[in-house]
Nanobody, 122 residues
């Protein structure tokens, strides 16, 4: 079955760092745009970052630009989100996503991961 599985979430201090990983079960994901969304309790799921299939293009939400870095390793069918300078407002469940468009949105995502919790304490 086609699956996306996130890992790397946890607890961090303000100003700290975490690296999230998302491994795809099928090599066909090497042709997909991959990205990350996040959702805090009571809030809508919001876009965080995306990366083109060859890694040549990236998009970041303004809220994370300059702090988060998305990358991918197609040989491992894996996408990463390196998060630095973490803030309490980064606290959310982070979801890996795959789609066909670089500008990913909830309506254009083809596959979702199950999510991993990131908590940033003040």
């Amino acid at each position: 079955q086609v699956q996306l599985g996130e890992s790397g979430g946890g607890l961090a201090q303000t100003g700290g760092s975490l690296r999230l990983s998302c491994a795809a079960s099928e090599r066909t994901f090497s042709t997909y745009v991959l990205g990350w969304f996040r959702q805090a309790p009571g809030k809508e799921r919001e876009f965080v970052a995306s990366i083109s299939w060859n890694g040549g293009s990236t998009i970041y939400a303004n809220s994370v630009k300059g702090r988060f870095t998305i990358s991918r390793d197609n040989a491992k069918n894996t996408v990463y989100l390196q998060m630095t300078s973490l803030k309490p407002e980064d606290t959310a469940v982070y979801y890996c996503a795959a789609g066909r468009f670089l500008r990913l949105g909830p309506s254009t995502v083809s596959y979702w991961g199950q999510g991993t919790q990131v908590t940033v304490s003040s």
